[in-house]
């Protein structure tokens, strides 16, 4: 069974930041801003870098600000610390695999997401750089957490290459169960995640499994809300939005979820439901029904590439080299459209400057689909590969139009393709997160776990790491 986890690019430390940048009582932030002294102390060294202490604080002070009218909705503030922790945890293993990978943000990616920033919040950039400084944060720390938000997301779009298939009978289920009347619906939904260990013994097993059953009881007896429990309880990236996974159509709902939510009310929780990372619950939240008036919507895509053709004259390993290259340049700031018209190997578009018009996302197959899909309006794929060769896309717009059969099927194929990025993504965090070194830090600075000897007996068996503390645990 498959966890049912939302995105987690949209859930990093830095959607928690901007969210802050304009809280509904801005004072409060900047108080609790100013009340947080300069502190270099260790949190948490994750392989061979570290998280400070007051790199938490700021993002332990953001989280507080958002909630500063219902402060009584977060967990204990050790708990807190642990989920915000954890986030940033996550965001530094993301950048460090993405270094390795030799994915980066430049410059122009990050005044490309300032620009947007300042849009979305109604500001110019004199009243961004303000706000960032009355909230107790310097215009260069605040392009640093951009520029690690745009390095995960080209991270993502990395790995979705070559992992993700959608076959022609997935969308031939998916376009018959949409006939029926009920493709057209949409669910709201929301979760909660007890974590148990990879390879949990019985007892760890069991223990998670309480400690959710007790979290539902607290829900059922009306002494806690769902998404209050979910902040103040579940081991989910998304817990401090109240577990909130969003609108989701039937092909963006995990087939082992989609046949008990159909049979749901608003309101209603399903589960304790056991996962690869251990117990949740699941509640749907509300329903709607896209209108028949105004036809089905398609969503298509504006974009540009650069192909890097494999052929009898360039072999893989040398057109991947060019590609790279070609991709340092565009990260340095070349232009795309006169590095297109130069270096592209695609007759056709190369004369228009790699322009592909407008197409849906699987026009050109699974490969282009999964990376248009994930990239942001001017942002630039890391280069991927195709039938055809190394590949770098910009893509340049998005519209809404009326779809005719081709295009029901392209927008089911990617929703579909979608929901299984989405569903590998998660299950990549996982390992990645279980396979680093993590030492988290008290506020002296001092491991919280005991330290292993340089050479201990081989004889000497570890206990069974306790999955959960006392203070994750309802009291019933």
């Known amino acids: 069974m498959t966890d049912f986890l939302s995105p987690i690019f949209r859930r990093t430390a830095l959607a928690v930041l901007i969210a802050g940048l304009l809280p509904a009582a801005p004072a409060a932030l900047a108080q609790s801003a100013a009340a947080i002294a300069p502190v270099d102390r260790i949190a948490a060294v994750v392989n061979e870098d570290v998280i400070l202490r007051s790199e938490l604080e700021r993002a332990l002070a953001n989280i507080r600000a958002q909630y500063a009218d219902k ?3 977060l967990p204990p503030p050790e708990v807190l610390e642990r989920q915000v922790l954890e986030r940033l945890i996550l965001m530094r293993l993301q950048i460090s695999r993405a270094k390795e990978a030799g994915i980066t943000g430049s410059d122009e990616d990050v005044e490309r997401a300032v620009q947007g920033v300042t849009q979305q919040n109604g500001l110019s950039l004199d009243q961004l750089r ?27 779009q990395s790995f979705s290459q070559g992992r993700i298939n959608v076959s022609e009978g997935e969308v031939d289920a998916a376009l018959a169960t949409a006939a029926t009347g009920t493709g057209s619906q949409q669910f709201h939904l929301a979760h909660i995640l007890v974590n148990a260990p990879d390879g949990a013994t019985a007892e760890q097993l069991a223990t998670a499994q309480k400690k959710i059953e007790g979290v539902k009881a607290l829900i059922e007896k009306n002494e806690m809300s769902f998404s209050a429990a979910a902040v103040r309880y579940s081991d989910s990236p998304n817990a401090l939005e109240g577990g909130d ?4 159509g039937q092909n963006e709902i995990p087939p082992a979820f989609a046949t008990a939510i159909k049979q749901m009310q608003p309101g209603n929780i399903i589960g304790p439901i056991r996962g690869p990372s251990g117990f949740q619950l699941l509640q749907l939240v509300d329903t709607r029904t896209q ?4 036809g089905e919507q398609v969503t298509q895509f504006q974009a540009r590439q650069i192909l890097v ?3 009898d004259k360039t072999d893989d390993a040398t057109a991947k080299s060019k590609a790279d290259t070609l991709a340092a340049r565009l990260a340095g700031g070349a232009d795309f459209i006169k590095l297109a018209t130069e270096s592209s190997d ?6 228009r400057g790699g322009d592909l018009g407008w197409l849906t996302a699987d026009t050109y ?4 689909a999964m990376q248009i899909a994930a990239l942001d309006d001017n942002a630039v794929s890391a280069p991927f590969k195709t039938d055809a060769g ?4 910009q893509r340049t717009g998005s519209r809404q139009i009326a779809a005719g059969d081709d295009d029901m099927r392209s927008q089911v194929r990617e929703t579909i393709g979608r929901r299984k990025l989405e569903e590998e993504w998660n299950r990549f965090l996982r390992e990645m997160r279980g396979e680093a070194y993590v030492d988290v830090r008290d506020a002296s600075g001092k491991s919280t776990a005991p330290k292993l000897d340089a050479a201990p007996p081989v004889e000497k068996k570890k206990k069974p790491a306790t999955p959960l503390n006392e203070q994750d645990r309802p009291a019933l």
């Open 130 to 156: 303000a706000r960032l400084a009355g909230d107790g944060m310097s215009f260069n720390e605040f392009r640093s957490n951009l520029r690690d938000e745009i390095v995960t997301q080209k991270l993502r």
């Open 346 to 351: 695609d007759t056709t578009t190369k004369r």
């Open 390 to 393: 190394w590949v770098i896309l």
């Open 365 to 368: 197959g699974n490969a282009y």
């Open 71 to 73: 402060a009584n909705q």
């Open 245 to 248: 996974l969003g609108w989701r």
């Open 291 to 294: 209108s028949s008036a105004a």
């Open 309 to 311: 053709r494999i052929d």
